[in-house]
């Protein structure tokens, strides 16, 4: 009987995106395996286009009152059969879940409590997400852990009106967060100095932030708003046909820096790159304590050594 792997990774985005690289050595070193990859329903459709799982299960992040919801993630978990368990999540409700598998429990490679191959790094949170993972799956028998990569991620970009040469911005962010975002109006300045580059700027984001993106793009033929209008996908797909991409530090700026777009990003003190970083074969990180002290000559300073 095939092997069964599960591996647990919930979220956000950015987490995701920068865990491609553990899924790749995963599916590499379980070659013969079943593999299931538990995650939260945003993230279904881009775990499946990998082609680094067989399965998608979606967790509904029960509250541990909710003992229905527990139940019922006990029992699949039980009857999945899975020989090993690789918790990329590692927080506290995704250790926790090695309990709900009763006496039969798998190997488990994560930070539960008595688990049978522990990431026994006390300093595990001060590395960068790539780093950490890779240690983790070495610690676990894996020793080969390839950089983060969706540029095997394929989509459908016909429905889009895309100029021929363009460069992506990602100007939006948690609305919990807005000092991580650069203003507006600087944005909307850095797509003029773009158009005198002979780029185009096709806006992606949320449509919750479409006030943000269509501040700048009001009045410009130069801009396309596709605020709300793709899928993670897309994205991946979007950043292999750009030249160039700039945003700030939220999860479509993993997307587009991992599929291979030159990035620049834009970090405030509200978060810390050493940690969370987009990875891909050239990011610039920016970084000012304040977002709003940071000029549109520095960003096209950085869009040049991006583009180098």
Known sequence: MA?????????????????????AAIRHHHADARIVLLTTAPYQDLALAGGWFDEVWLDERPSWWQLGALRRLSRSLREGCFDRVYDLQTSDRSGRYLRLFGSRRPEWSGIARGCSHPHANRERDSMHTVERQAEQLHMAGIEQVPPPDLSMVAAD??????????ALLVPG????RLAKRWPAARYRELAERLRGMGLASVLIGAEAENGVLEQIAAGRRDVVNLCGATSFAQIAALARYAVLAVGND???VHLVAT??????????????????APRG?????????????LSVDEVAHAARRALA
């Open 3 to 23: 092997e069964r792997i599960l591996v647990i990774r919930l979220g956000a985005l950015g987490d995701i995106v920068l865990s491609t690289g553990a899924f």
């Open 250 to 252: 939220t999860g479509p």
């Open 173 to 176: 962010g948690s609305a919990h």
């Open 281 to 293: 074969p050239s990011v610039v990180v920016v970084r000012r304590p304040s977002l709003g002290d």
């Open 259 to 276: 599929a291979g777009c030159p990035t620049v990003v834009l970090f405030s003190g509200a978060s810390d790159p050493a940690l969370t």
């Open 157 to 166: 970009l016909s429905m889009f009106a895309l100029p021929p040469r363009f």
